[in-house]
C-alpha cells in the first residue's frame, strides 16, 4: 500500500507541470485582450498599418501592421507585443495583409526575440540552432509555428526576414498559458558528457539555455529544466527528433565537480513567495550510475540584496533500487518566504540527472497587521501539498479519484490491445488511422495530428465502430469492385483483382516504394522497371559537381535535399539535341535533389532506381533528368527548373485578367492560360498513364511553369515546409496528401491511373480558383477523411468542392467526373485530354 500511495503521488506531480500539448491557448491578439497600447513597431507605413491593427484575423485600418518602406535583408524591422505578465509561449501564428482581397504583403520568413523584463532580449532558436521561422505563402492564409523550445517571456518581438528588397505586413496571434511558477532564470553548473563503455555518447547539457555559459557554468536564463518536456526512464532516448542521445536531462558526475559531493543551483523569482514545494524530474537508471539525488539543502533570500538566510530546510529522499523508472521528487519548503533559492542536491551515485524543476507557492498578503496565506496556488498545486487534517476529506476524495481512473485507463488499453488482434486480420493498410494508438499511445504533441472517427452517427460510439469495423472493410472492398453498399460480396475478387477486372483501362500497380530524397516516391511503378541496378545501368551522363553553383534550398525530405543551382557550361556539356531551352545568355537554373551521405543503404539503392525510372520520362510536360552526379558521395540528379517557380505561387500571386488589372498594372493570368496550363498537365499525365506510371501526388505546388508558361510536371511539393500544411502527418507513417486523394487511396491503399484522375480534378479546382485557398478549406483534416466515408457508403452525403466562379460549367462537370464514385465512372486522361484541348483552340 506504502509503495502504491508512492506511486499515486508521483503520479499527481507528473500530472501537475506544465504541459506544452496543452498549454495552446489564444492569448488575445485577435480578440483584444491584449490592448493596443501594449502592440507596439520599430515603424509604420501610414497611420492606418500601425501595429494596433496587426491581429489574426482582423480587417481593421488598412488590414495589418507594415513597416515603413522596403524591407531590405539587413533591415531589423520589428513587431513588439506586451502580453502583460510572465508567459509560457508555446505557439506563433501569422498572417498577411489581405485586407479584402486589396492587399497582397506577407512575410514569408520571421525570427524572433523576446525578453522577461523589457530590457534584456533574447533571440529564439529552434532545438537545433536555427533563429528563422517559417513565414507565410500568401496574404490570407495563416500559419502556425510551434516553437520547439518553447519560451517563458513577457515581451515579444517578431522581425520579418527576407532575401530580397520587397515590402512585408504582418497579422500575429500568439499562444501559450499565464507562467504561474514565477521562475525567471536559474544557475548551475554545465551539464557534461557521458561515455558509458558499450553505449552512445549522452550529451546532457542544457542546450537551449538562454542565459550566459562562464567558467562552465549557467547563470542568468532559462533552458530545458522548464520547457515542459520530461526525460523518459532510459536517458539515452529522446522524445525530440533528430537530436542527440541523453537530450532531455542536464546531468552531472560526481567526481567532476571536486569533492563536494552536491550540485549547487540557485533560482530566481519574478517576486517574493511562499515555497510550498519544489519538484524535481530525475532520472534514476541505477544500473547506469545514475540515482536521483539523496538529500537536499536549500537556502532562501527574501530580497536579492540581502543574505542567505542561516536557517535551511533539508529534505531526505527515498532511495528505489528496485524501479529504475525517472520520477518527481517533491521536496516540502515549508511555506518559506523568498525570492532567491539556492538548493544543494547531493549523489546518491555516480551520476545525477534532472530533466525539469518546477515550484508551488502562494502569496503572503498582509492586511490590518494580521498575515493570511491567499490560495493563489499555481496550476502546478496538487492536493497533496498541504497535509493539514482539515483537508482529510480532500484527500481522501482525490485518492480515490486518482484510483478510479487508473483502473478505467488499464480496461481501455487491455480493451485496445484486443481490439489490435482483431484489426491486424484485416488487409486494411489505411483504416480508420491509429485507433488504438488513439487508446494506448503515447500523447501526441503534434498539432497537426488528428484521428479519423466517421460523421455517421453510428460510428460515433466506440463500440458500434468496433463492430463495424469488418463490416466497413468489406464495403470498401466491394465499392472498388464498381459494386453497391448493399449486401457485398467481396469473394468474387480481392483488392488486388478489383481495379482490373471493372476498370481495365487502369493499370493497378504493384507499388515499389521509393524512399529517394523526399521519403516517399514521386512515381509508383511496376516492379519490373526498378530492378537492381548498377552505374552501367544509369544513362544519363555524369556531371561535373564543382560546375554546381548552390543559390537556395528548396525543399527537405527524410533523406536528402532538394536545391536552386546555376550549373555553368550544362547547354555545352548536353550538346545538340539539348532539352533546354533558350536562355539568351542567361544562366541555367537546375533543381538537384542530393541525397546525404548518412542515408540508409535502402534510400541510396531507392535514390539510383529513382534515376533510372526518370531516364525513361520523355515528354515535353514530365521534368526532365538533365545528369547526375554519382561518381562519389553525396549522390545527386540533376532535373530542369523553371523561372517561374511552381504554379500555386504562381497563380496565387495573380487576379484574372481584367481593365482594373491592365491598368494597375496588377499580375494576372487569362482564362486562356489557364485553359492552357490543363491542357499541358492532362498531356503530361496522358503521357505517364501510357507507360502505367502513377504519380500518387498531383496538384498545383508539383507542376513548375517556364516563362512561356509551360508546365513539367515534378514532385518537389512534398519536400518543401512552404507546403507542409497539404500533407496530413500520421505517426509512424508517410505524410498523405489527403486533399488531393481519392476515397479508395485513403481507405485502401489503392493508387491507381484512377486516383490519378481524381488528384487532377483537385487540380483543375486550384487553377480555377487560382490556389487563393486549400480544397476543402473549411474541413479539419479529420473532416476530410471522415468524407470519404461517405463515399464508399454511397447514401448521398458526400461533400464536394464547389464550382470556382471562373470555371466554365461544361469544366466543373468533367471535375465532378473525376471525382466519381465508381471507379468506372471516370475518364481516362486521354478522354480528359481530347475533351480539355477544344476549349484552347476557342
Given at each position: ?38 502592440i ?83 533571440s ?16 490570407y ?83 530545458q ?37 552536491f ?32 538529500s537536499?539543502?536549500?537556502q ?10 542561516a ?33 544543494r542536491?547531493y ?76 484489426l ?109 541496378l ?29 536545391h ?27 533543381a ?117 508558361l509551360?508546365?513539367?510536371?515534378a ?84 461533400i ?43
Amino acid at each position: 500500500m506504502h509503495l502504491f500511495l508512492l506511486l499515486i503521488l508521483q503520479t499527481t506531480a507528473a500530472f501537475g507541470q506544465i504541459d506544452p500539448a496543452h498549454c495552446r491557448y489564444a492569448l488575445g491578439m485577435e480578440d483584444g485582450r491584449i490592448k493596443d497600447d501594449d502592440i507596439t513597431a520599430s515603424s509604420q507605413w501610414y497611420e492606418t498599418t500601425g501595429p494596433q491593427y496587426a491581429r489574426l484575423n482582423r480587417e481593421e485600418g488598412d488590414g495589418a501592421w507594415c513597416p515603413e518602406g522596403q524591407l531590405e535583408p539587413s533591415d531589423s524591422q520589428y513587431l513588439q507585443v506586451d502580453l502583460g505578465r510572465l508567459t509560457f509561449l508555446t505557439i506563433v501564428g501569422t498572417q498577411g495583409r489581405y485586407a479584402r482581397s486589396s492587399g497582397n504583403e506577407f512575410a514569408r520568413a520571421y525570427r524572433l526575440n523576446y525578453s522577461r523584463d523589457g530590457l534584456l532580449w533574447k533571440s529564439w532558436r529552434n532545438r537545433l540552432g536555427n533563429p528563422v521561422m517559417e513565414g507565410n505563402k500568401n496574404a490570407y492564409a495563416s500559419v502556425i509555428n510551434d516553437l520547439h523550445p518553447p519560451i517563458v517571456t513577457r515581451h515579444v518581438r517578431l522581425i520579418p526576414v527576407t532575401k530580397l528588397s520587397t515590402t512585408v505586413c504582418m497579422r500575429v496571434e500568439l499562444y501559450g498559458c499565464p507562467w504561474d511558477d514565477g521562475l525567471i532564470s536559474y544557475a548551475a553548473p554545465e551539464g557534461q558528457l557521458m561515455m558509458p563503455p558499450g553505449y552512445p555518447i549522452a550529451s546532457l547539457n542544457d542546450s537551449t539555455y538562454d542565459g550566459t555559459r562562464e567558467r562552465r557554468r549557467l547563470s542568468g536564463g532559462l533552458g530545458q529544466l522548464t520547457d515542459g518536456v520530461i526525460g523518459l526512464d532510459d536517458f539515452l532516448l529522446t522524445r525530440q527528433y533528430h537530436v542527440w542521445p541523453g537530450y532531455d536531462y542536464l546531468g552531472w558526475r560526481n567526481d567532476s565537480l571536486g569533492t563536494q559531493g552536491f550540485v549547487e543551483m540557485e533560482f530566481v523569482f519574478d517576486r517574493q513567495r511562499n515555497f510550498t514545494s519544489m519538484k524535481v524530474h530525475s532520472n534514476n537508471m541505477f544500473s547506469r550510475g545514475v540515482k536521483i539525488f539523496s538529500s537536499v539543502s536549500c537556502q532562501f533570500k527574501p530580497h536579492l540584496i540581502a543574505n542567505w538566510e542561516a536557517e535551511p530546510v533539508a529534505f531526505k529522499t527515498v532511495l528505489d533500487d528496485r524501479n529504475p523508472s525517472a520520477r518527481y521528487v517533491t521536496v516540502p519548503l515549508n511555506r518559506r518566504a523568498a525570492k532567491s533559492l539556492r538548493c544543494r542536491f547531493y549523489f546518491a551515485d555516480v551520476w545525477m540527472m534532472f530533466s525539469e524543476i518546477s515550484f508551488q507557492s502562494g502569496n503572503e498578503i498582509k492586511h490590518n497587521n494580521h498575515t493570511f496565506q491567499s490560495e493563489q496556488v499555481n496550476k502546478t498545486t496538487s492536493c497533496f501539498d498541504s497535509p493539514d487534517v482539515s483537508n482529510t476529506p480532500v484527500l481522501i476524495g482525490c485518492l480515490v479519484t486518482i484510483i478510479l481512473l487508473l483502473v478505467i485507463i488499464i480496461f481501455l488499453i487491455l480493451w485496445c490491445q484486443y481490439d489490435c488482434k482483431v484489426l491486424e486480420k484485416k488487409d486494411r493498410r489505411y483504416r480508420l488511422i491509429d485507433w488504438c494508438y488513439f487508446l494506448s499511445g503515447p500523447a501526441n504533441t503534434d498539432p497537426h495530428y488528428e484521428r479519423v472517427f466517421l460523421l455517421d452517427p453510428q460510428y460515433q460510439n466506440p463500440a458500434v465502430l468496433r463492430n463495424k469495423l469488418p463490416e466497413l472493410s468489406q464495403s470498401a472492398e466491394a465499392s472498388a469492385c464498381g459494386g453497391g453498399y448493399a449486401e457485398p460480396d467481396v469473394t468474387q475478387c480481392t483488392p488486388h483483382q478489383c481495379f482490373h477486372s471493372n476498370a481495365p483501362h487502369y493499370a493497378e500497380t504493384d507499388i515499389v516504394r521509393l524512399q529517394g530524397v523526399t521519403g516517399s516516391n514521386m512515381y509508383a511503378v511496376p516492379a519490373l522497371t526498378v530492378d537492381s541496378l548498377t552505374r552501367k545501368d544509369i544513362s544519363a551522363a555524369e556531371f561535373p559537381r564543382q560546375q554546381l553553383i548552390f543559390r537556395e534550398k528548396l525543399g527537405e525530405g527524410q533523406f536528402g535535399e532538394v536545391h536552386l543551382c546555376e550549373a555553368e557550361g550544362l547547354p555545352e556539356f548536353l550538346g545538340e539535341g539539348s532539352p533546354l531551352p533558350d536562355r539568351d545568355g542567361h544562366s541555367v537554373l537546375v533543381a538537384v535533389k542530393q541525397l546525404r551521405a548518412d542515408a540508409t543503404s535502402q534510400a541510396r539503392n531507392d535514390f539510383l532506381k529513382e534515376i533510372k525510372i526518370m531516364s525513361r520520362l520523355n515528354d515535353p510536360n514530365i521534368i526532365r533528368l538533365l545528369c547526375v552526379c554519382v561518381s562519389s558521395d553525396p549522390l545527386c540528379m540533376v532535373t530542369e527548373y523553371m523561372e517561374n517557380g511552381d504554379l500555386n505561387m504562381f497563380l496565387s500571386q495573380r487576379e484574372i485578367e481584367s481593365t482594373l488589372t491592365y491598368a494597375n498594372n496588377i499580375p494576372s493570368v487569362s482564362l486562356s492560360d489557364l485553359l492552357h496550363m490543363s491542357v499541358q498537365i492532362s498531356s503530361g499525365m496522358k503521357y505517364l498513364a501510357s507507360l502505367n506510371f502513377v504519380h500518387r501526388d498531383l496538384a498545383t505546388r508539383n507542376c513548375l511553369l517556364d516563362r512561356r508558361l509551360t508546365i513539367k510536371i515534378a514532385d518537389f511539393g512534398m519536400s518543401r515546409n512552404l507546403y507542409s500544411s497539404d500533407y496530413y502527418r500520421i505517426q509512424g507513417r508517410a505524410v498523405l496528401p489527403i486533399r488531393w486523394m481519392a476515397w479508395e487511396s485513403i481507405l485502401l491503399g489503392k493508387f491507381t491511373t484512377a486516383s490519378d484522375v481524381w488528384a487532377f480534378g483537385v487540380t483543375l479546382w486550384e487553377i480555377f480558383t487560382l490556389c487563393k485557398e486549400q480544397p476543402y478549406s473549411l474541413l479539419s483534416d479529420e473532416q476530410v477523411i471522415e468524407n470519404t466515408g461517405e463515399f464508399f457508403r454511397n447514401q448521398g452525403r458526400q461533400i464536394f468542392l464547389y464550382g470556382p466562379p471562373l470555371c466554365p460549367p461544361s469544366l466543373f462537370e468533367l471535375m465532378m467526373r473525376c471525382w466519381s464514385r465508381d471507379i468506372p465512372d471516370r475518364p481516362t486522361f486521354e478522354g480528359l485530354y481530347q475533351a480539355l484541348r477544344p476549349h484552347v483552340s476557342q
